[in-house]
């Protein structure tokens, strides 16, 4: 037994110098050091496969359509009017896409130059559809518009504060009718200054014997434009009041 052993170790000390493999060493690749193991071994998975494109492009279409024709019944073969609608619907949806993203770019490229433009109407005075205006100490008095649907003596104008207590009110003449100008000085009932913050006009007339309330829009000032978006388009920030858009403006003011 003594022999066998000494032959099999001497055999054994053979195959390891012939691999340059020790006995109790295993390679850094998974070799077990056994030659005929190491044949049949699986490969190492080199890493995560990369995440295909789940969209359909032009050339998936040809070769999708290439397959199609080698595929027909030679004694009934895709008729040609098929195969050009098959073609003319793939442009069409190809060209669909290309178009909705060069709407995008005009309308990215709208919303900056109409920002651009906006930015001219910063320190002034714009004219917005509402009976709000904001009185501060640098401009204490508040202008506006009071449309009439006909000509009318007088109109009744009733300032409000922001709770809705009564803080003034005055006379105008409607005779002109249209659009008429209104303005307030800041100066409540006693001639005192009013605080700061924001005020509504209210106004009212006679309409054939009628009292009616009336539209009123005042003006604002322009504080900031910010960029918006596609939809809203730019955005005036008014001083006192927030935003709104530059398409909601009636009117610009010189001062």
């Known amino acids: 037994m003594s022999l066998v052993n000494n032959v099999l170790n001497t055999s054994a000390q053979n195959v390891q110098s012939k691999s340059g493999v020790s006995p109790n060493s295993t390679s850094s690749t998974g070799s077990t050091g056994n030659p005929f193991l190491d044949s049949i071994s699986l490969p190492e998975d080199s890493g995560v496969p990369e995440a295909k494109s789940q969209q359909l492009t032009q050339d998936d279409f040809f070769s999708l359509l290439s397959q199609q024709l080698s595929m027909q019944d030679p004694f009934k073969p ?40 906006a930015s001219g109407l910063v320190g002034r005075k714009v004219l917005i559809p509402s009976d709000v205006g ?12 009071i449309s009439t649907p006909a ?46 913050g924001n005020y509504s006009f209210k106004a009212s007339g006679s309409v054939d014997g009628k009292a009616q309330e009336l539209a009123v829009s005042t003006y604002s000032h322009v504080s900031s434009v910010s960029l918006g978006t596609a939809s809203t388009g730019a955005i005036l920030n008014l001083r006192g009041m927030g935003g709104i858009k530059l398409a909601d403006v009636l009117a610009v003011s010189e001062t």
């Open 151 to 196: 000509p009318m003596q007088d109109i009744k104008i009733s300032v409000e504060d922001e709770s809705g207590q009564l803080i003034k009110t005055f006379i105008v003449d409607g005779r002109e009718g249209g659009n008429i100008d209104v303005s307030w000085d800041g100066l409540d009932k006693n001639g005192v200054p009013v605080k700061e």
């Open 78 to 117: 895709v008729d040609n009017d098929q195969m050009i609608a098959q073609m003319a619907s793939f442009s069409t949806v190809d060209g669909i896409g290309k178009l909705n993203d060069e709407i995008g770019n005009l309308n990215s490229l709208t919303t900056s130059s109409q920002a651009l433009q």
């Open 134 to 145: 904001y009185s501060s100490s640098e401009d204490p008095g508040i202008k506006g518009v």
